[in-house]
């Protein structure tokens, strides 16, 4: 989630304390804690906009917070950590001594976002997983975008996945999983996320977007193809007005279509009426 997060109207991944849409995902990860023999990397996929790095910071900050009273036995208890609370807030800051995030940063040449995870923050993962914990608890680690990491920023991922250290937890998301090593994508278990509905998305946008009008609410939740970030990118940058204008286009084009089609029939058609019959000739008449 690292690019055009300043233009978003949704809050940042790390400060989102609203979560809907994605119980199943919920309920996968919450069934492994509740057993007691939580796998140590998980691999978040799905399309772009629908949750993935708003659910690993939830995971995040119910792993540290040692989860609920009576934690195993039980995959109901939810994932919500009050967003007053202490852990909360550390993570939300980064600020959390047994917490990490790795993502594209800016270059320090050019200021802009990288378009690649570099090696050298990957390298931070294993240098910070040998440290024991603050808390004596868990320690967590967030790869975002992590198809974005160069080769050789998945090579050191790799090492780490293969011999990963006790308490420790990796949580990667990435909008194209299949752009992974296989290698690193087998070490973790895998919570597709879906697309969400157009209900759900409809009523984030309610949320989120109530600026808009309820016209074009209802508009952007049908053609966000089931992304709350999507129709939110939409709702910034004029989607609406430029999918109105296509559309005015596109049917206008039909009409134009449908008239010429309409006319060269038309002009192909033997012209018989109010004329004699045509003539038969004696071959055509044999």
């Known amino acids: 989630m690292a690019e055009d997060e300043e233009d978003?109207?949704?809050?940042?991944?790390?400060?989102?304390?609203?979560?809907?849409?994605q119980a199943a995902?919920?309920?996968?990860?919450?069934?492994?804690?509740?057993?007691g023999r939580l796998h140590h990397a998980w691999l978040l996929s799905g399309p772009r906009?629908?949750?993935?790095?708003?659910?690993?910071?939830?995971?995040?900050?119910?792993?540290l917070s040692g989860g609920p009273?009576?934690?195993?036995?039980?995959?109901?208890?939810?994932?919500?950590?009050?967003?007053?609370?202490?852990?909360f807030r550390q993570v939300r800051s980064g600020g959390h001594p047994d917490f990490l995030t790795i993502e594209r940063t800016a270059d320090e040449d050019t200021k802009r976002v990288r378009s690649v995870i570099i090696v050298d923050h990957v390298r931070q993962i294993s240098e910070f997983l040998h440290l024991k914990?603050?808390?004596g608890g868990w320690r967590v680690v967030i790869v975002d975008e992590a198809e974005r990491?160069?080769?050789?920023?998945?090579?050191?991922?790799?090492?780490?996945?293969?011999?990963?250290?006790?308490?420790?937890?990796?949580?990667?998301?990435?909008?194209?999983?299949?752009?992974?090593?296989?290698?690193?994508?087998?070490?973790?278990?895998?919570?597709?996320?879906?697309?969400?509905?157009?209900?759900?998305?409809?009523?984030l946008l309610d949320r989120y977007a109530a600026d808009q009008n309820a016209a074009d609410r209802m508009l952007l939740a049908k053609i966000s193809g089931g992304s709350i970030g999507?129709?939110?990118?939409?709702?910034v940058g004029g989607g609406v007005e430029?999918?109105?204008?296509?559309?005015?286009?596109?049917?206008?084009?039909?009409?134009?279509?449908?008239?010429?089609?309409?006319?060269?029939?038309?002009?192909?058609?033997?012209?018989?009426?109010?004329?004699?019959?045509?003539?038969?000739t004696k071959r055509a008449m044999r």
């Open 133 to 135: 914990a603050a808390h």
């Open 49 to 63: 906009g629908v949750g993935k790095a708003t659910l690993a910071y939830r995971i995040a900050r119910f792993v």
């Open 149 to 203: 990491m160069n080769q050789n920023a998945a090579g050191a991922l790799l090492k780490i996945l293969e011999e990963p250290p006790q308490r420790a937890l990796l949580l990667l998301t990435s909008h194209v999983p299949g752009r992974l090593l296989a290698t690193i994508r087998s070490r973790c278990r895998q919570i597709a996320l879906a697309t969400l509905n157009e209900r759900t998305v409809s009523d």
């Open 242 to 280: 430029v999918y109105k204008e296509l559309t005015t286009q596109l049917r206008t084009w039909r009409k134009i279509r449908a008239s010429d089609e309409t006319s060269r029939v038309a002009s192909a058609a033997p012209k018989r009426l109010g004329g004699a019959p045509p003539l038969r």
């Open 230 to 235: 999507r129709a939110l990118d939409m709702a």
């Open 25 to 35: 995902a919920e309920h996968a990860f919450l069934k492994s804690w509740a057993s």
């Open 8 to 21: 978003s109207k949704i809050p940042k991944p790390r400060e989102n304390d609203y979560f809907v849409g």
């Open 69 to 87: 009273p009576g934690l195993f036995g039980a995959a109901e208890i939810g994932l919500d950590v009050p967003s007053e609370a202490l852990i």
